[in-house]
C-alpha cells in the first residue's frame, strides 16, 4: 500500500492550496481517508477524514469552514481544499487511511502504529 502526498508550497495569508493523495496497492472501499499535519515543535494533529466509500466527512474545528476533504474514487485519490489560509496552518501535512472512524479522531501523537497507513508529508507554508 502507497499514499503519495503532494501539492504543498508557500502561499500568502488569505491564499489557497489544494493538497493531494494519491493511494494504490489495495482497494479502500471500506477504508476511511485522512489529513493530520506536524508543525514545527508541535505534535501531529487531526485535520479531516472522509468515508472514502460513502462520501461522508469530518473536520477539525481549526479548519472547518475553510478546509475540505474530498476524494476522486476513479482517481483512487484524495483531496484537501485549503482556502484562507493563516500562518498558523504552516506544518506538515500527511494523509492516512484506516479500516476505523475511530483510528483517525482518536489519534494520539506518537502513537504512529494505531494509523493503519501513512503517506509521506508534504510542506505547506503560510506567510503573513
Known amino acids: 500500500v502507497q499514499l503519495q502526498a503532494s501539492g504543498g508550497g508557500v502561499v500568502q495569508a488569505g491564499g489557497s492550496l489544494r493538497l493531494s493523495c494519491a493511494a494504490s496497492?489495495?482497494?479502500?472501499?471500506?477504508?476511511?481517508m485522512g489529513w493530520f499535519r506536524q508543525a514545527p515543535g508541535k505534535e501531529r494533529e487531526f485535520v479531516a477524514l472522509?468515508?472514502?466509500?460513502?462520501?461522508?466527512?469530518y473536520h477539525a474545528d481549526s479548519v472547518k469552514g475553510r478546509f475540505t476533504i474530498s476524494r476522486d474514487n476513479a482517481k483512487n485519490t484524495l483531496y484537501l481544499q485549503m482556502n484562507s489560509l493563516k500562518p498558523e496552518d504552516t506544518a506538515i501535512y500527511y494523509c492516512?487511511?484506516?479500516?476505523?472512524?475511530?483510528?483517525?479522531?482518536?489519534?494520539?501523537?506518537?502513537?504512529?502504529?494505531?494509523?493503519?497507513?501513512w503517506g509521506g508529508g508534504t510542506q505547506v507554508t503560510v506567510s503573513s
Open positions: 492516512a487511511a484506516d479500516s476505523q472512524r475511530s483510528h483517525l479522531l482518536q489519534f494520539t501523537n506518537g502513537r504512529y502504529n494505531s494509523i493503519d497507513y
Open positions: 496497492g489495495r482497494a479502500f472501499s471500506s477504508y476511511f
Open positions: 472522509i468515508s472514502w466509500g460513502i462520501g461522508s466527512t
